[in-house]
């Protein structure tokens, strides 16, 4: 298994504080620091990650780049200024919200009926690439995105920009936006 993608199975010093938290790896250059049900403006989570987490989980990025993988339940996840890929995690059904923020993110909702938005949530204009499985609502945002539909019936949304927004095999509604959008449609 490659080990970017192993979820966190052992004690990387985490200790909860009422307030402004910061963790610590316990073993190593190579742990993962995350801070979970208690997050506010103030935690710090480490830069260039993977943060994998099994229960249901609220992720908010950092500046830098990051894979954050999410749980088999209802996620929100958010990325942060870098270059963020953000997985609602396919092998779930939960009913994720991703934000892409700045940067040029790729997101995948996973299986179930997913929200994403690149780009969005305060950013700046980027371009992302948004990836469905299951029942999606998909907001490209600012930049110029590229938005694949794949399984089931998608409702996707260009907004502003150049977006080339690609339907699944279900029954798709894509709309484009503002500017010059290429619509693809396939069967279903």
């Known amino acids: 298994m490659d080990d970017d993608f192993a979820p966190l199975r052992r004690n990387i010093g985490f200790a909860e504080t009422p307030d ?7 073993n190593g250059a190579d742990d993962a620091l995350l801070t979970s ?7 710090a989570i480490a830069p260039d990650t993977t943060h994998h987490l099994p229960d249901k989980i609220t992720s908010t990025g950092t500046p830098a780049s990051e894979l954050v ?4 339940d209802t996620d929100i996840l958010s990325g942060g200024d870098g270059n963020d890929t953000l997985y609602g995690d396919a092998s779930d059904a ?27 949530n ?12 299951g029942t999606e609502t998909i907001n490209g945002g600012d930049g110029n995105d590229a938005i ?6 998608d409702i996707a949304y260009g907004n502003n920009s150049n977006d080339p927004i690609f ?19 396939q069967s279903g």
């Open 20 to 26: 402004d938290d910061t963790s610590a790896g316990a």
């Open 94 to 120: 939960g009913n994720d919200l991703i934000y892409g923020n700045k940067g040029l993110d790729r997101i995948s909702g996973g299986d179930g009926n997913d929200t994403m938005f690149g780009g969005q």
């Open 37 to 43: 049900a208690k997050n506010d403006a103030d935690d």
């Open 69 to 72: 993988l999410g749980s088999s």
């Open 167 to 185: 339907g699944g095999q279900d029954n798709d509604a894509l709309y484009g936006g503002a500017d010059n959008d290429t619509l693809i449609r």
């Open 122 to 133: 305060g950013g700046t204009a980027g371009t992302d690439g948004l990836l469905r499985t």
């Open 148 to 153: 694949y539909g794949n399984f089931g019936a």
